[in-house]
């Protein structure tokens, strides 16, 4: 995807992208409140809808009118509706629920881009806290799982349709969460015997998600840093969304370490938010600023540089494509 910014050269538009953070709250807080679960029951009058989410009333009508006019909410006969894209997509309880995402930018993304200034003059990160204490606090941390599995939920038929899995008989998924992509893979293929490596916080996560998708045993659990504890060997080996939280030498120290992980034959397959050398892509700058000010040394990268990292590895064939609509898939191949 490109540029789908106003078009900026007048003023009506350059006020016009000056407001989008205020479309951004407006779902952010629809999110956190929950009201897209409500009004999956069912459509609400506007009096329903103060009285079922406990709000005073002043400005509702407007909050719910300019998520109309998002097309977030349909509004028919005096009753609100959830708009088909919410409905699928912001419903709680829904396998294609991607609120995770939207309640850990509201918590964390949205504080830290009010002080980007900050963070543009002294290159430090400006969210509240670092990950260790992210990890201390159970609440917390299942908000980022449910962050992580709301990308993965989306790009995983990507990648499963992306990559041709015949013959192989092991994927390990590193900085995998708790298994929410591997698990999609095996379920597609239950030929592979699933392996996600991350920090042990985060296995009670793990067990309680392969439990409710029935891949008990399926797909296996490794606590450790990847940085510093072996990762399993496997015929194919994942990174996906990982290299971006790190600067350019953490970057290829981990990926020479994924591809010592790779058996002879296999692959190792990275996909992030990667940065084409013009600026076309404005989501992916975005997220790459996120990066700014939520780590210390982390940014998005072309994916040339992972192609660099492998080949400096013995890998030999390379290839990369579109993964959904913002990322890439690099597959690089061992001999």
């Known amino acids: 995807m490109t540029n789908t910014v106003p078009d900026v050269s007048t003023p009506a538009g350059i006020i016009r992208l000056c407001n989008a953070f205020c479309d951004a709250k407006a779902l952010l807080t629809a999110a956190e409140l929950d009201l897209f679960t409500v009004l999956h029951a069912g459509p609400l009058t506007e009096e329903e809808i103060r009285l079922r989410l406990e709000l005073h009333g002043r400005g509702l009508r407007d909050f719910l009118q300019l998520l109309v006019a998002l097309g977030l909410v349909e509004k028919q006969d005096g009753h609100y509706r959830n708009a088909p894209g919410a409905d699928r997509?912001?419903?709680r309880h829904m396998p294609t629920y991607v609120g995770g995402f939207l309640h850990r930018a509201n918590n964390n993304l949205y504080p830290a881009w009010g002080r980007l200034t900050e963070?543009?003059?002294?290159?430090?990160?400006?969210?509240?806290?670092?990950?260790?204490q992210v990890l201390r606090n159970p609440e917390v941390l299942g908000q980022f799982v449910r962050m992580m599995d709301a990308l993965t939920q989306v790009l995983g038929p990507r990648l499963i349709e992306a990559f041709d899995w015949t013959g192989y008989r092991t994927v390990l998924d590193v900085g995998g969460c708790r298994g929410n992509m591997a698990g999609q893979i095996v379920k597609a293929h239950p030929g592979l015997t699933g392996h996600v490596l991350d920090l042990p916080q985060m296995e009670p996560f793990f067990d309680e998600h392969m439990a409710a998708l029935g891949l008990t045993g399926e797909v296996r659990f490794h606590g450790g840093n990847f940085f510093h504890d072996p990762l399993p060997r496997a015929d194919l080996v994942i990174l996906g969304h990982v290299?971006?939280?790190f600067d350019q030498e953490h970057r290829k120290t981990l990926v020479h370490r994924a591809c010592e992980?790779?058996?002879?034959?296999?692959?190792?397959?990275?996909?992030?938010?990667?940065?084409?050398?013009?600026?076309?892509?404005?989501?992916?700058?975005v997220i790459s600023l996120d990066m700014l000010l939520v780590s210390d040394g982390g940014s998005e990268y072309p994916a040339g540089e992972i192609r660099e990292h492998a080949a400096g590895a013995g890998f030999t064939r390379f290839h990369a494509?579109?993964?959904?609509?913002?990322?890439?898939?690099?597959?690089?191949?061992r001999p």
Do not use: I
């Open 243 to 245: 290299l971006h939280d």
């Open 119 to 132: 963070a543009l003059r002294t290159g430090k990160p400006q969210a509240a806290g670092d990950f260790e």
């Open 321 to 333: 494509e579109p993964l959904g609509d913002y990322d890439t898939l690099v597959v690089c191949r």
């Open 261 to 285: 992980a790779v058996l002879p034959g296999g692959a190792l397959l990275v996909y992030d938010r990667m940065l084409d050398e013009e600026p076309t892509h404005v989501e992916n700058l």
């Open 89 to 91: 997509y912001l419903v």
